[in-house]
């Protein structure tokens, strides 16, 4: 018989919203049921005071704690893994980058052994492949070499022998992207804007197929360009106009200033937000240098002021934010209620990946994911599948 655990003394965050009067049954992985305290008798977990969460789910993250899972290790996955459950993650699904076939054939292999290991750190839910189907205007920080067409010979091979493929990233104005986005669709594999240079038309077209997601969204996406004189709406303002759609920000305050994340809140609305890290492996790193990318073919970046830049500073080259600080500052600079913040980096994601009714809620008979956090979103103790992984004490 599954040992159980109470889970209590803290406000609860609940869809319904907080409650400072519930505690939480865990029975084995599970939550068993949400409770009066009143009933639940003396808490085994005491979480004194401070709010007791559903555990953040990060849907695009390259690494963290000095690794980064094109490294091809699986130390690397391993150890990105446990220094983000150090920050409140207790799922992710780890994010490629544009690369060789070799590359991506052995990230691959090493993710599905990372699966079978992984027992201290963030639960691997699949993965994402940002790239390489992306315009070569808009690749940022993606190795133009590696680029390609979205075209049946590129991407069956990579879908056809890789179940754990559970999203990738496209510019949707390449051509084949409109077939490759019925395919992921069909396949039940979420498809979503990325590194374009579409117009909003293009976009539209790419929603009535099956894109549903804009990744990183303002980075490395067009928005208002002025062709001879008329302007033309891009891929920023076709998120907006379209209210089924859900974009993903780097809610930092850095790659999105507070005026920005205020906008996307006021017009997409909580429900459609969903925050990640898309963090590199400088996060939960002091500042200095670092590679951007794998240590074979990584390029130099200099970690400063919460951010990576190219070494001449001219421009951002990737995250170092945790889980804990972008629901951190989306709550005090979005306009965002705790509540709300919290579902960004929960609730949403779980649907978006297909999670819903296992993940992304304390509720019960989802999974025991759970953190506990103080006043300024500082992690206290994180369980994953009941297990405490992180005790902060």
Do not use: W
Not at 4 to 15: A, E, F, H
Not at 340 to 360: F, Q, Y
């Amino acid at each position: 018989m599954d040992k159980k655990t109470i889970i209590g003394g803290g406000r609860v965050i609940l869809p319904s919203g907080i409650r400072d009067d519930v505690s939480l049954i865990v029975s084995g992985s599970k939550i068993e049921a949400v409770i009066p305290a009143s009933q639940a008798g003396k808490p085994d977990l005491d979480a004194g005071g401070r709010y007791i969460s559903p555990g953040f789910i990060d849907i695009h993250v390259h690494g963290g704690g000095g690794h980064d899972f094109m490294d091809g290790t699986l130390d690397a996955f391993l150890g990105a893994a446990r220094i983000h459950a150090e920050h409140g993650t207790t799922c992710m699904t780890p994010t490629t980058l544009t690369c060789s076939d070799e590359e991506l054939q052995n990230t691959f292999r090493i993710y599905k052994q990372a699966v079978e290991v992984n027992t201290e750190g963030a639960e691997f839910v699949g993965l994402h492949l940002e790239g390489p189907f992306f315009s070569a205007q808009m690749a940022g920080a993606q190795d133009p070499q590696y680029l390609k067409l979205p075209t049946p010979d590129n991407y069956l091979p990579m879908l056809d022998g890789f179940d754990e493929i559970v999203r990738v990233s496209v510019a949707p104005e390449l051509e084949g992207a409109l077939e490759l986005g019925k395919e992921l669709r069909r396949r039940g594999i979420v498809a979503s804007i990325a590194h374009t240079a579409a117009t909003s038309e293009q976009c539209e077209a790419a929603f009535e197929v099956g894109y549903s997601l804009m990744t990183h969204f303002y980075c490395a996406m067009s928005t208002v360009v002025r062709r001879n004189a008329f302007r033309y709406a891009g891929a920023v303002e076709a998120g907006y106009l379209h209210d089924e759609v859900d974009v993903e920000i780097i809610a930092d305050g850095v790659h999105l200033p507070g005026s920005l994340l205020r906008l996307i809140y006021k017009i997409k609305g909580p429900e459609r937000i969903t925050l990640c890290t898309d963090a590199m492996r400088g996060a939960g790193m002091p500042d200095g240098h670092y590679l951007l990318g794998s240590l074979r073919r990584g390029q130099d970046v200099i970690v400063e002021d919460g951010v990576a830049k190219l070494p001449d500073r001219s421009a951002f080259a990737g995250s170092v934010a945790t889980a804990d600080r972008l629901v951190r500052t989306m709550h005090a600079l979005s306009g965002a209620t705790l509540e709300e913040s919290v579902a960004m980096m929960t609730r949403n994601p779980a649907r978006i990946l297909g999670l819903e009714g296992r993940k992304g809620s304390l509720a019960s008979g989802y999974d025991a994911d759970i953190v506990i956090f103080d006043n300024d979103i500082k992690v206290y103790k994180t369980l994953i599948g009941g297990r405490l992984i992180y005790n902060g004490n």
